[in-house]
């Protein structure tokens, strides 16, 4: 079975930084791009951030653009989310994902692979 383990998350205030990290298991990681996603209470589940499977390219959603970066470590099995000037809108549970695109018109979408999701880990940001 798929598993994944985010880590990382915690309170702090506006402008503040983390480092999520996921370890991922049973599946090809390598195979995969993977992804980070966001969810608040009583909304979706936002694509954040995603790396394709070498490390090669990054994609990232226009709210975090410019703030946040993706790694991955393929002999580690662990993708990471350096997230920097948070902001509250920021707050959410992040979770990752082995992650693929679709072409919609000019922008590329981005979704989950699997339907075992982490438990998550919550970031909050709060003054």
């Known amino acids: 079975h798929v598993q994944l383990v985010e880590s990382g998350g915690g309170l702090v205030a506006p402008g503040a930084s983390l480092v999520l990290s996921c370890a991922a298991s049973?599946?090809?990681?390598?195979?995969?791009?993977m992804g980070w996603f966001r969810q608040a209470p009583g909304k979706d589940r936002d694509f954040v951030a995603a790396?394709?499977?070498?490390?090669?390219?990054?994609f990232y959603a226009d709210s975090v653009k410019g703030r946040f970066t993706i790694s991955r470590d393929n002999d580690k099995n662990t993708v990471a989310l350096q997230m920097n000037s948070l902001k509250p809108e920021d707050t959410a549970v992040y979770y990752c994902?082995?992650?693929?695109?679709?072409?919609?018109?000019?922008?590329?979408?981005?979704?989950?692979?699997?339907?075992?999701w982490g438990q998550g880990t919550q970031v909050t940001v709060s003054s």
């Open positions: 994902n082995a992650a693929g695109s679709n072409r919609v018109g000019e922008k590329l979408i981005w979704s989950y692979e699997y339907d075992d």
């Open positions: 049973g599946f090809p990681f390598d195979g995969y791009a």
């Open positions: 790396i394709s499977w070498n490390g090669g390219k990054s």
